[in-house]
């Protein structure tokens, strides 16, 4: 195990072009923009371009988070993907990502699908890799496009997803720097899978017949609200914790980007004021394992992520997963 310090070098997004508000929305499905901000604070997402894939946002975000490090692609020997819309099942987006970008082919290239947790699940996995000694710079990207999973005619769910990527290279800490990933921490209930899935196209329906189960987002809305307030809540928790960090020296929370209501319930326990929270999804809705490392990479360019700050990260996502990390810039 090594004994080098670890940080985030660089931060990079991608979100298309197109803009869905809740008005184009209502003309799809019958609701209105009132009833969509009242219920989750969002009020747009975009929606990838035809034949935009997965991984051509997964490779944007990820070039620009390499510039921002001062990396080249030949410098990366792990690509780590957190994604529950790959390009396709087999094989990995991840190794696409990796041909799209150049990175060299001693490089460890795979995939995670922990939902909307992703991004977290592929950060601790990243950061576990580079501790080992065996890696020394590595790309970890969350990209969606959920817009492919989602039912058009079911307002309870196609209101909340949009499509974006979000990327971080994560390697040994420059000399005489703060930055420093602090900590991580995994968590998941195997046993409400049906609170969120996509319950068709796996390995038991492997192609579309007759009577076959969606293949598109279904959700238990109220119980899975519950749940996420519950758990982000203790994994926010546990790790200030486990670091014996209290909550006033969290400069910055940047929470998976679901609800506006459950960040708000997520604040109140916490006593973090709510200004400290990150909040992105008014524009972008939830964008699952591209969520945080999109509010991260817009947090920095804004300011409201600056060397020695310590910032918190919180998620959770069909599994049902959820986790949290802890980084000083």
Known sequence: MSDQIFAILGTGSYAPERVMTNDDIATVVETSDEWIVTRTGIKERRIAAEGEMTSDMA?????AALADAGLAPTDIDLVIVATLTPDMPMPATACIVQAKLGVAPHAACFDVNAACSGFIYGFDTAWAMLQSGRYRHALVIGAEKLSSVLDWSDRTTCVLFGDAAGAVVMGPAPTGSTAEIIGARLYSEGGN???LCIPGGGSNHPAPAPGDPPRHI?????EVFKFAVREMDDAARDILEQHGVEADEVSCVIPHQANLRIIDSIAQYLEIPVDRFYINLDRYGNTSA??????????????RVKPGDLTLL???????TYGSALVRW
């Not at 919180?314 to 049902?320: D, K, R, S």
Request: charge should be positive.
């Open 59 to 63: 490779t944007a975000a990820a070039r």
């Open 193 to 195: 899978t049906e609170l």
């Open 218 to 222: 279904q959700m238990k809305g109220r």
């Open 290 to 303: 591209a969520s945080i490392p999109l509010a991260i990479d817009e947090a920095r360019r804004v300011g």
């Open 314 to 320: 919180v998620a959770f996502g069909a599994g049902l």
